[in-house]
């Protein structure tokens, strides 16, 4: 990792190679969504070369990209889970019943889980 935090690019190479399939494998896991795995797999290894300076070096490298690999799947869940999902029909009348049907479902849900 000091080799990275100087800005060496044949040692990000070697770890990209090295530990690439396997973050990559842990990020599908979470977002189950491989075009969302692919896109935070670049995003952590973007960071992992940003921040190569900040590695403590107490623990292994794989450790602290998979952490990273983590944190950035949890924080896309979240992201997800807080847009609004918009409603297909546009007209509130339709809007009122779609409502309602996720209401009931919800409801059933309630009752299967007691």
Request: aromatic letters at 8%; zero cysteines; hydrophobic letters at 45%.
């Given at each position: 990792?000091?080799?990275?935090?100087?800005?060496?690019?044949?040692?990000?190479?070697?770890?990209?190679?090295?530990?690439?399939?396997?973050?990559?494998?842990?990020?599908?896991?979470?977002?189950?969504?491989?075009?969302?795995?692919?896109?935070?797999?670049?995003?952590?290894?973007?960071?992992?070369?940003?921040?190569?300076?900040?590695?403590?070096?107490?623990?292994?490298?794989?450790?602290?990209?998979?952490?990273?690999?983590?944190?950035?799947?949890l924080d896309e869940l979240r992201r997800q889970k807080a847009r609004p999902q918009p409603l297909?029909?546009?007209?509130?009348?339709?809007?009122?019943?779609?409502?309602?049907?996720?209401?009931?479902?919800?409801?059933?849900?309630?009752?299967?889980?007691?």
């Open positions: 990792m000091t080799r990275i935090a100087q800005g060496d690019r044949e040692a990000f190479a070697e770890l990209h190679n090295r530990h690439a399939s396997v973050v990559y494998s842990l990020i599908l896991r979470i977002v189950r969504d491989p075009a969302v795995a692919d896109e935070l797999l670049q995003e952590t290894f973007w960071q992992a070369w940003e921040k190569a300076d900040q590695f403590s070096g107490t623990g292994a490298a794989a450790a602290w990209l998979y952490r990273i690999g983590r944190n950035k799947s297909i029909h546009q007209d509130e009348a339709e809007q009122e019943k779609v409502w309602a049907k996720i209401e009931a479902q919800n409801a059933n849900v309630e009752k299967i889980t007691e």
